[in-house]
Every structure is written in structure tokens, then in C-alpha cells.
């Protein structure tokens, strides 16, 4: 049973779609053992309050000196037993010593279909404005791993979504999030916890379901 912390700080809606997914079981062998949010008014505390997660709030205001933050995040993590930490919805810059205890253990969901509008500045809404402004006919979403970068990591999945007539940021990020982020960052963790990802060279592959073991 793969154990996964979730980090986030907003809504939680790609929380949600986790618990979903484990609980109808399009998600299997994993469960989620922590919610860290580093914001107290994140509603996603309280999507894991419903779902009787235990969550913890480390946000950077109560530590004074940043490398306090860093070892309070490591430790929540370390405390938690989790095999996998998931970035959902999560502004947090992974300190390096969090990503250095957890190599190719840590996944993200971008809003964009990275190399497209991702890196320093580009996150929530502001992403969606960058597409619309360039024009793009194509968006959409990548699950990748975590590594000292920001949004750098190998790619585990994209998923397009079409740019309609008359979008707003707030319309297209809706689209994005319903139609790809909610998609494929649970079949990333499904993925991930039945052994079928590994990354050689920078790049990741996802090998066939062992039906076999199905039976
Ligand atoms: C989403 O657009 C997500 O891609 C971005 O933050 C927004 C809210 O995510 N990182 P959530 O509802 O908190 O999961």
C-alpha cells in the first residue's frame, strides 16, 4: 500500500479528486496518510477533515529563518511514513532538502502543458492568462516529478484541452481542471503505486498492467 502525503494550499480540488478516485477505486494500493497545507485558510484542510486525514499547517510565517521552515516541512513528511508526496494545487518552492529526501518521489500537477507556460511566475489563474493572451488553440495539464527546478521534472502524463471562443482565465482554468488536472494527477498516483513508472535518463516510463497480478 503505497502511503501519499498531499501538499497544498488552496481549494483542493485535485485533494478531492484523490479521494475520489481511492475511493471508487480508480486509484488502487495507495492511500493518504497527511494533508501539509502551508495556509490555515486552505479549504483543502477541510476536505481532509471530512475524509478523516490528519493534516498539519507549516507555513513560513511561524518560522523566522526559512531553513526552520524547510526542516519543519521535512520532518512532517518524514513523520508521516509517506512513500510519495503529491503537489496538488501547492505554491509552495519544494526546499531542496525535502526534494533531495524524496528523488523522483515527488509529483506536481502543472495547469499548462509544459514546456508551455511554466517556470518562475507562472501558477493558478496567471498561467490561464498567458495561454489566452498567446493565443493558443491547445492547453492543458502535466504531472511530473520534483526535482531542484520549477516545473522541470521528467513528464509522467499530459493531457490537452481545447482553447474555446470567448474563454476567460477563470472558464479555461475551470476546463483544465475538470477535464485534465483532475484526470491524470490520480492516474499518476494509481500509476505510481502499482510500479509501472520509472524515469532513466531524464524520461519516464509507464509499463503495460501486469493483468496477472490482476487475478
Ligand atoms: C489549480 O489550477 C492547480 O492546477 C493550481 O492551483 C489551482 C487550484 O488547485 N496549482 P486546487 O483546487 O487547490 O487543487
Given at each position: 500500500m503505497l502511503k501519499v502525503a498531499v501538499m497544498v494550499s488552496g481549494g483542493g480540488t485535485n485533494l478531492q479528486a484523490i479521494l475520489d478516485a481511492i475511493g471508487s477505486g480508480k486509484i488502487r494500493n495507495a492511500e493518504v496518510v497527511r494533508v501539509i497545507s502551508?495556509?490555515?485558510?486552505?479549504f483543502a484542510l477541510e476536505r481532509a477533515a471530512r475524509a478523516g486525514i490528519p493534516s498539519v499547517c507549516i507555513t513560513r510565517s511561524q518560522y523566522p529563518e526559512p531553513e526552520d521552515f524547510d526542516r519543519a516541512l521535512l520532518n512532517a513528511l518524514q513523520e508521516s511514513g509517506a512513500d510519495l508526496v503529491v503537489l496538488a494545487g501547492c505554491l509552495v518552492v519544494i526546499p531542496r532538502i525535502v526534494v533531495d529526501a524524496y528523488p523522483n518521489r515527488i509529483i506536481n500537477i502543472h495547469p499548462a502543458l509544459i514546456p508551455s507556460f511554466c517556470g518562475t511566475g507562472y501558477y493558478g489563474l496567471g498561467v490561464h492568462e498567458a495561454a489566452l493572451k498567446r493565443g493558443v488553440k491547445v492547453t492543458g495539464a502535466t504531472v511530473h516529478f520534483v526535482d531542484g527546478g520549477t516545473d522541470t521534472g521528467p513528464i509522467i502524463l499530459q493531457k490537452a484541452v481545447e482553447v474555446l471562443e470567448g474563454d476567460t482565465p477563470e472558464i479555461l482554468q475551470r476546463r483544465v481542471m475538470e477535464q485534465a488536472e483532475w484526470v491524470i494527477l490520480p492516474q499518476a498516483v494509481d500509476l505510481i503505486a502499482n510500479g509501472r513508472v520509472t524515469v532513466e535518463n531524464g524520461s519516464v516510463h509507464i509499463s503495460e498492467e501486469n493483468l496477472e497480478e490482476e487475478v
Open positions: 502551508n495556509s490555515r485558510k486552505a
